[in-house]
């Protein structure tokens, strides 16, 4: 009986590390004499697993008869058998949402429009819309659980230990998705908040985070005489600091919601399968932090991946993967690998909603091959292949054929050979499975900025916390890769961060950062760390409550934006002023014993500072948030982390920065990935130092590819 | 003495058909060494034309020192001197404002900064930016009327009539974008509204506009005792009719104030010269129908053109002219044209503020080639070649280089090869300035819905103004292109848009409709016109007031969008539904004598319904607002036009909606124009009726490229 793990590097069958590469096919469009030929063609591209939503609406027409019945397009159990005997894994994702524009996203008609209540509400108490459930809502539940005791018995028969080939099991699908997307916020259903009720889930969330309902009035500049009055803050753009901080409370709670709805879930099928990962999608990169909670509640059982699209309409803002997309898959797989995660794509655009803008094979290869490079562990195409949705269930198309490789007549799609070439490249390359990415530069990042756009507008704290997001990959990651560096990233709330003083530590801050990692901070510099800090200083703790530690060791003031756009930025030792696209802070305060690092050359006004700290620590301090527009932005951070005692080693050197490189290791060999994202084809001289000396090519890569080099170590 | 003049056909030197093909050179960075290497290499790329912005600060730093001293970085006498030599006619650019990522703008400091009086601001009286300034404001008037006093002079000296080769004077530059892009409104700065005087500007505006005080009560839903006391509607999203109606008139304020500002510069201008046209450079595409008041105001000397970028940085929404865009280049130059201008491009992108994302060659040239197909008459690349800016005057950069195609250090890079061939082409195929494009469907907009989006949320009327824009370029133009469509676009308020009884008029309509026009399309039903109107039927005057002529004509109902997203879309006797990406509308009522066309199959409702009215008259109304996504939204296009007596002929056939196909032809021959704008060579079968039978040929365009075909006539 074959037996599949994980852990952040790789999956392993039996222990031997090895790519998932998955291909989702719905059997409930797919007419049942053509499954066969579809998880054959599946498997001929080198794929070795198959997905399927399995939609409860689809099997329980009628409150009450769930229909599996053999012989028909619902016939779960022969299409299960069918994969094990084609020899693919397989992913089971029985909701209860599926989305796949199914109408009601899966869901029983009669779920919908029966039970109204069910439905999540805005913070009126109004519903948006009849799809977008309310996860923990009791009769929403009940309902749930009654598909899942009738569906798991079903994937049951056919798990690993008992002889089948599901190995994984989703639970639900982009959890959150149908809220924040559709109306923009979070689920405040009353009846599943438990609002005004003494034992309810929100009163009972702000308990157990402030015990005193003192403390809470102090923090909301409230007066509510116990837990079980709060309000929560009716509002999305919060516009003071209470405000902000009843906002946070809220998505805190949301997450926890989630969470719990998730492992509620993993009970209902844990009552029938052990043998499997119950894995989850996060709808987008950006969310994967929203999962923090349910990855520690539901432990070493769960594996979260994401959905990556780049074009799902002429509506998207690009039609092909682009540097600043691709700067935000890295970033994505980054953080599912710093939540103990092997990276992998659930859902890996292979077609699209409509046939135009298309997928073409160029966009497609190029798209996987570039995060292979940067850390890819795993990947379902969405869709591998379609067909006609069942009467009366498709939301945007009877035929969901997705412009997918494999038509829903079977057609065989140009774009077919770039899921074959991928495949061909992951089975002649298994050993890149546990490659790593050599890394030059250190970035630690907090997860808790990603996911909180509290802030969304500036609300006098200097920045929103989208625009860190924004600085982070459109400003520090494509400086990075436009300079042939390759960053490691770190989350700021491990000791791991701050285990290497002799490398710069590069922190993107915005006003907040939690206690503990300030003095984190403190305490590294006083090690002898080297600290680069950008663009604020952090003045608030993760309650939004004042807290200094960082800027009162440094000696540091208050950092604020300039009040003109498009300043200058100039460095002291430097050159000339930097391009900006973007915005500079200024401080009133040069700590004692700090020098003077940056200005704005028109107002001389302080932008930059450094100071040496104790046993040989520095620290920087960049008031620049800038999107990358320039080599002189490069050579500024060259600068900046020379003054901190940086080697300016890299990985790899390449002198064209529309030219992205990335070097992947195994213990006996190295791999070059060079990406060209652009329409042109590009020419530049890449250089690495091997254990042979050091080797440099001339390369010309064609527009929208990956070229790969391969050298001995 | 050489002639210059226009129509929407063409520019004409003495008569003789030319494309209008310029670059930027800002003599005051480019160091005056190199000014005539510059020159030249403009003209040895093929171009008959050079522009540059003058600007203000630079010429007079300290209040009334205005200084063009000889052989100095400001002699801007021995630059069009120089010009002249070349043999390059002239645009000037003096501003006031030049923008040019200039600080101010390129106003002078001491303007800015010690007169903030005349800064614009927002609905609340606050100045939101010290170099955004309320054009008619008395003492910026003042200022800039000298400043004029003292520009002028020199160059009148280089004008056509006195030897020189001036023959363009820019008026300002991008009007409005420094109060609608930094803050999202317009100017409301009291003094030059003179709010709540009675000879004040707004007071008069709204007196002409209503005539009695009890008028505008009765339309706004307020009791103002006169005009002098009349506020403005406080909002740029108005949640109300009454809202909306103070909003859209605040708008047409906003226009005829920039159309009184354009005056104003042009009697300046004609003080000293009459014998340049005075042209205007419209900020974006979507901005061209702002300026209808000003170019009614400033008649025949009068030429706009608009800027076009595709990117100005990483946050762009692309990296290249993706199809999505130069669809919105192709209706920004259909509305040019319909406003009497020869399409002309004042900002044709060579370079970027950065150097990254880059320009390349192959997106320039393509992106150059694409305008051509569509009617493009004119260009000027900005910039050609750049340099260091004044001291202090730089507003994100010290070396102005711009990645422009000539560097700031005289290299050539590559991306001057594409202007060299854009170049080649035009000097080659000098006849197709008056080429016309061959058209096959007819499409009526209203340019008053383009600038009108004043309900940018949808505030109950059913339709977002910004909504129905997209619907045009996202949904119409590219269902015709992508169907080797290539329609003509005509102006719904001009006699000539119902002049054709024969050919089906395309009518997208939100629920406003100005009354007359509202009449001449009954009056078009009435002669036997054919109508496809889409996606609602008009409800609403130009006034917001109720006004359903054509509705109650027709005997329709109320038409609004289904209240769930994604419905299907289907067709009687058409097929199976079609892919919607979009939303539908629904209806009540079937008009008497009208046969049911469009429902939703789910709920059934009535989506679309064909009538026929006298004298062989037919009207359909297709509830429909669609992306577009899928092949089925073509045939769909067909059939609805199909039953409209459409005979389904199209200029050009290509089986590939990849590939856009477009017709040019003079009188002597045919220019067959077809673009691939995605980043995969794409192939298919064009075909084409010719006197000689019809021809049929197998294509393959490269990525990101535009193939010429020729064929004798």
Redesign the interface.
């Known amino acids: 009986m074959p037996k599949i793990t994980f852990d952040t590097d790789s999956y392993y069958l039996d222990g031997k590390p090895f790519f998932f590469y998955s291909g989702e096919i719905p059997y409930f469009r797919v007419p049942r004499k053509d499954w066969r030929f579809r998880l054959q063609k599946l498997k001929d591209a080198g794929a070795n697993c198959v997905s399927t939503y399995i939609p409860w609406g689809f099997h329980e027409p009628e409150e009450g008869s769930v229909s599996f019945e053999p012989d028909s397009q619902k016939d779960l159990d022969g299409f299960l058998a069918l994969c094990a005997e084609v020899g693919l894994f397989v992913v089971c994702r029985p909701g209860p949402h599926c989305y796949s524009?199914l109408?009601f996203e899966g869901l029983p008609d009669w779920l919908c429009e029966n039970y109204p209540q069910i439905r999540a509400t805005d913070f009126d108490g109004k519903s948006f819309?009849?799809s977008s459930v309310s996860y923990l809502h009791p009769i929403f539940l009940e309902k749930a659980k009654k598909w899942f005791d009738a569906v798991m018995p079903v994937i049951q028969k056919h798990t690993l230990s008992n002889g089948g080939t599901v190995a994984f099991i989703q639970l639900d699908n982009e959890i959150g998705g149908t809220h924040e997307w559709?109306w923009g916020g979070y689920d405040y259903n009353p009846e599943t908040i438990g609002l005004f009720e003494e034992n309810g889930r929100y009163p009972h969330f702000l308990k157990s985070r402030y015990h005193s309902i003192e403390a809470l009035n102090d923090h909301y500049g409230t007066d509510f005489p116990d837990f079980a009055h709060v309000e929560y803050g009716k509002t999305n753009n919060p516009s003071t600091l209470y405000e902000a901080r009843r906002y946070e409370d809220y998505l805190h709670f949301t997450f926890e919601m989630e969470a719990e709805y998730l492992e509620t879930l993993a009970n209902w099928c844990g009552a029938y399968i052990n043998d499997c990962i119950l894995i989850h999608n996060s709808g987008t990169g950006i969310m994967n932090p929203h999962f923090q909670e349910a990855a520690r509640r539901l432990g070493k059982k769960f594996l979260l991946g994401s959905d990556h699209y780049y074009n799902l309409?002429?509506?998207w803002?690009?039609?092909?993967p682009?540097?600043?997309f691709v700067s935000q898959c890295f970033l994505s797989m980054e953080m599912l690998r710093m939540m103990g995660f092997p990276p992998s794509i659930f859902e890996f655009p292979a077609g699209?909603?409509?046939?135009?803008?298309?997928i073409?094979?160029?966009?497609l290869q190029c798209d996987a091959m570039a995060h292979l490079a940067f850390g890819m562990k795993g990947l379902n195409y969405y869709i591998f292949s379609g067909g006609p949705n069942p009467e009366?269930m498709?939301?945007?198309?009877?035929?969901y054929d997705y412009s997918a490789p494999i038509g829903s007549k079977n057609q065989i799609r140009p774009h077919y050979k770039a899921l074959e070439e991928v495949g061909r490249y992951l089975e002649e390359n298994r050993d890149l499975a546990l490659s790593k990415r050599a890394t030059d530069l250190k970035i630690a990042i907090d997860l808790e900025h990603v996911r909180s756009d509290y802030y969304k507008q500036d609300i006098g704290f200097g920045l929103g916390h989208k625009e860190l997001y924004?600085f982070l990959h459109?400003g520090l990651l494509?400086t990075a890769f436009?300079g042939s560096y390759s960053p490691e990233i770190l989350d700021i709330h491990t000791p791991s961060a701050f285990m290497n003083l002799s490398t710069p530590l590069i922190v993107p801050s915005s006003a907040v950062m939690a206690k503990s990692v300030q003095q984190n901070l403190v305490n590294f510099l006083k090690k002898g760390g080297k600290l680069l800090i950008l663009p604020m200083l952090p003045e608030m703790d993760e309650f939004l409550s004042p807290c200094t530690i960082l800027r009162d060791y440094l000696g540091g003031g208050k950092t604020r934006p300039f009040s003109?756009?498009?300043?200058?930025f100039e460095l002291e030792q430097f050159g000339?002023?930097i391009?900006?696209?973007g915005k500079l802070y200024e401080t009133a305060v040069l700590p004692d014993g700090a020098k003077r690092l940056g200005f704005d050359?028109?107002t001389s006004k302080l932008a930059a500072w450094e100071e040496e700290t104790e046993n040989g620590g520095k620290a920087i301090w960049l008031g620049f948030h800038w999107?990358?527009?320039?080599?002189g932005q490069t050579r500024m951070l060259e600068f900046v982390l020379s003054r901190l005692g940086y080697d300016g080693h890299k990985a790899v050197e390449c002198d064209n920065?529309?030219l992205w490189a990335i070097l992947r290791t195994t213990k006996s060999r190295a791999v070059l990935y060079v990406m060209n994202l652009?329409?042109?084809e590009m020419s530049g001289t890449v250089s690495l130092n091997l254990s042979t000396g050091r080797e440099a090519k001339e390369i010309t890569v064609p527009?929208?590819d990956v070229l790969t080099l391969e050298f001995p170590l």
Chains 1, 2 share one sequence.
């Open positions: 524009e109408r819309r009849s559709i309409g002429s509506h803002p690009q039609n092909n682009t540097p600043q699209s909603i409509g046939s135009w803008p298309p073409t094979r160029q966009d009366k498709g939301s945007t198309v009877i035929d924004q459109l494509c436009c003109y756009d498009m300043p200058l000339p002023a391009k900006s696209q050359p028109i999107n990358y527009c320039d080599e920065p529309n652009f329409t042109q527009a929208m």
